[in-house]
């Protein structure tokens, strides 16, 4: 069989996945794991694979490989993302780097590049976690950052378990868990992924490169007040724990504004949660992240402090507890810098092709694999800043741009 020519483009790849589950009210995408959405992108996968002539491999933890050339030689180059999405998610993440590494393959092909280094497109499962709670659970078992103690206890809304959710999708989860051997295999992996801000396009540029992953963390508040009748109740005579949450979100925009990072309460419980009542309880859920821990730190100190003030201030009582934090992940900067040196290269014959360096607030499969192997990440324009929502969005010319500079960037990492 000869690929050349024969292999679908970007854009037929593009349109082939463009409806798989796509929800007909929202516009968004719900390909949750292990669900029938999953399952019919998987296939999709797999057909990629097969129609390039690829070894197609489904890993124990319900990772999907596509290689070119002996996977056992060592020292791969491996690209790709993940197909799954949030609840409503845009059609960019995770997708945009899976289909641009086959069409940087089928480009690389054209080009009648020689690889000396072993070739992967990967697809990893459960990057969103949207069902079962947690970000990138096929990554993060591969690399023995989750157990498979902890992933068995894994749950979904509906309390299906990740082992039942993927016995009843055809895997075997008695075999999940930490896969060293796979993740000795590789020696570099590049991750092609939609910005999730708007860095570039105020820069002006169509593609960057990744520096690092800002250190995050989600804090929740509990501000504990007396539950009392809005009607009866004189002003002066409230405890009114909404209050001191309003007035601490305010001050969380201050202080992230303050120190250029950001910070969002975005999902909050109140008790009794009555339109007539006044609350005896908001609790709301702080998730900041800053370019490097000590401004990371410096703006929840400043929130905190601010929230305690108003809490004391207002006969309310506060307490903070930190529930996940994720520190800094810099990308390893020989792979940074080499492929800066890549892309660089093109900068002489035009300005039009600089490619910035800048980092960056979302996670990513990249950052759970830097722990182990060394990664990098480009990242494609997206003119609208926005993210996990249909809105999500890259321009085609960026997007052929982005496969273009993936193409170059596999050329001189894994050719001669
Ligand atoms: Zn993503």
Not at 168 to 181: K, L, S, V
Request: proline residues 4%.
């Amino acid at each position: 069989m000869t690929h050349e020519g024969t292999a679908p483009s970007f854009h037929t790849m593009w349109r082939e996945l463009e409806p798989i589950g796509r929800h007909s009210a929202s516009g968004g995408y719900r390909r949750y794991a292990w669900s029938g959405a999953d399952a019919d992108c998987r296939a999709w996968f797999r057909a990629q694979a097969e129609a390039r002539g690829l070894d197609y491999e489904l890993d124990r933890n319900g990772n999907q490989w596509a290689w070119l050339g002996d996977p056992c030689a060592g020292d791969a180059v491996v690209t790709g993302s993940h197909l799954d999405s949030v609840p409503d998610g845009g059609a960019f993440d995770g997708p945009l780097g899976v289909v641009s590494s086959f069409a940087a393959l089928d480009e690389l092909r054209g080009r009648s590049a020689r690889f000396t280094r072993p070739l992967a497109i990967v697809n990893f499962g459960d990057e969103e976690g949207a069902r079962f709670g947690l970000a990138c659970v096929g990554s993060r078992l591969a690399a023995g950052e989750l157990t498979a103690e902890q992933a068995r206890r894994l749950t979904d809304a509906d309390g299906i378990t990740l082992p039942q959710a993927m016995e009843a999708a055809g895997h075997d989860p008695d075999t999940i868990g930490a896969d060293p051997e796979r993740l000795a295999r590789i020696g570099a992996f590049v991750e092609l992924h939609v910005e999730q801000g708007r860095a570039l396009d105020l820069s002006g540029d169509r593609v960057g490169i990744a520096s690092a992953i800002w250190p995050h963390g989600r804090w929740r508040f509990d501000f504990r007040g007396e539950a009392n009748h809005a009607g009866t109740t004189r002003l002066v005579d409230r405890r009114d724990p909404m209050l001191s949450y309003a007035e601490t979100v305010l001050a969380a925009r201050r202080e992230a504004q303050l120190a250029g990072a950001v910070a969002t309460f975005g999902k909050i419980a109140v008790e009794p949660n009555g339109v007539n009542a006044v609350p005896s309880l908001v609790r709301g859920w702080l998730d900041s992240r800053a370019a490097d821990q000590s401004t990371l730190d410096t703006v929840v100190t400043g929130i905190e402090t601010a929230a305690r003030e108003y809490a004391d201030a207002h006969g309310i009582r506060l307490d903070v507890v930190r529930e996940s934090f994720t520190p800094v992940v810099e990308f390893e900067h020989t792979l940074r810098d080499e492929i800066v040196r890549i892309l660089g290269k093109r900068d002489d014959t035009a300005a039009s092709l600089k490619v910035p360096v800048l980092g960056t607030g979302a996670g990513h499969d990249a950052g759970i694999l830097s722990g182990t192997i060394p990664t990098a990440m480009l990242f494609v324009r997206n003119p609208t800043g926005v993210s996990h929502s249909p809105a999500e969005y890259a321009a085609e010319d960026d997007c052929v741009a982005g496969v273009t500079a993936l193409a170059d960037v596999l050329e001189g990492l894994a050719c001669s």
